[in-house]
C-alpha cells in the first residue's frame, strides 16, 4: 500500500493507493485485483477487498466502489448501497465508509477536507478529466460542507507519460481546449505522435481548484508491470483480461 504525504496530513483520514501485490487471485488477475467486473472469480475479489480494507482497519463491506464510465457523473454516499452506483466519483461526510476508486491506467484521484469532515474518491482518465469530473468532485463535497480551500487532493499511480503514446488527432482536441496544455505533449518516436502527461494534466486542472495542495505520486501503472494492472499493457501484450488496483479514502471512527 502507497500513501501520499499530502493526506497523510489529514486527521482522522485513512487512505491508501494498493498495488497488485499481497492478494489471492491468480493468472493475469495476480494478485490482489479488486475488480468486481474484472472477470476474476468473485471470492477472491472479495477475499481480496476485505484485505485491503483491514489495511485501513475497516472490513469488506465497508468498501463502496463505482460502475466507472468515464463520466462526470458523482454519487453521494450516505449508507452502503446494496449495488455500485454508476458514477466516475463518490463523495461522503459518513464515517467507517471506505470510497473505492479502481483503475488500470487511469488516475485513482482521493481528496479530504479533514476540518469539515468531507471526502471524495475520483476515477479519472482522460474522458472524465475533460469532462470536468474533478471539478464535479469538488462542487460536490462543498456542497456537503467542505471549503474549497481546505481540500487536499493526491493523485494515484497512473499510466505515465513514458509509456502513454496518442495521435495526432488526440494532441489536436487538448490543444483546441486550452493551447497551454500543449507542454503536456511531447513527440514520440513514431512521426505524427505524442507522448501525453495524464498526471500533469490532471495536476493542473486540480492546481486551479486547489492552489498548492495537490501531489502526485511518480508511478507509471504500465512500465512497472510487477506492482501494477494496466490496460494498456495488457492490449501491447495482447492479453484480454487484466486486474484492476484499489485506491481507497474514508473517514476513520
Request: charged share 25%.
Amino acid at each position: 500500500m502507497i500513501s501520499a504525504r499530502t493526506l497523510d496530513k489529514a486527521a482522522g483520514v485513512g487512505h491508501g493507493f494498493f498495488t497488485r501485490r499481497g492478494g489471492v487471485s491468480e493468472g493475469p488477475f495476480a494478485s490482489l485485483n479488486c475488480g468486481l467486473g474484472s472477470g476474476d472469480d468473485l471470492s477472491r475479489v472479495g477475499a481480496n477487498r476485505a484485505r485491503a480494507m483491514e489495511r485501513l482497519g475497516l472490513s469488506g463491506p465497508d468498501l463502496v466502489t463505482a460502475c466507472q464510465t468515464h463520466s462526470a457523473a458523482v454519487h453521494v454516499v450516505e449508507t452502503r448501497p446494496d449495488d455500485p452506483p454508476r458514477a466516475d466519483a463518490l463523495v461522503t461526510r459518513a464515517r467507517g465508509i471506505a470510497l473505492g476508486v479502481l483503475a488500470a491506467d487511469c488516475a485513482p484521484v482521493l481528496f479530504a477536507d479533514a476540518g469539515s469532515g468531507v471526502i471524495g474518491a475520483a476515477h479519472v482518465g482522460w474522458r472524465g478529466a475533460r469532462a470536468g469530473i474533478l471539478e464535479a468532485t469538488v462542487r460536490a463535497m462543498t456542497d456537503l460542507g467542505a471549503r474549497a480551500g481546505g481540500i487536499m487532493a493526491a493523485i494515484g499511480p497512473c499510466i505515465g507519460p513514458e509509456s502513454y503514446e496518442v495521435g495526432a488527432e488526440f494532441q489536436a482536441a487538448f490543444t483546441g481546449d486550452d493551447a497551454d496544455d500543449g507542454d503536456l505533449f511531447r513527440p514520440a518516436e513514431r512521426e505524427g505522435h505524442f507522448r501525453f502527461d495524464l498526471p500533469g494534466y490532471i495536476a493542473r486542472r486540480l492546481s486551479r481548484l486547489m492552489p498548492g495542495a495537490v501531489e502526485a505520486l511518480p508511478f507509471d501503472t504500465c512500465g512497472e508491470e510487477s506492482r501494477f494492472f494496466s490496460y494498456r499493457r495488457a492490449c501491447l501484450e495482447g492479453e484480454t483480461e487484466y486486474g484492476r488496483c484499489l485506491s481507497a479514502i474514508a473517514l476513520e471512527g
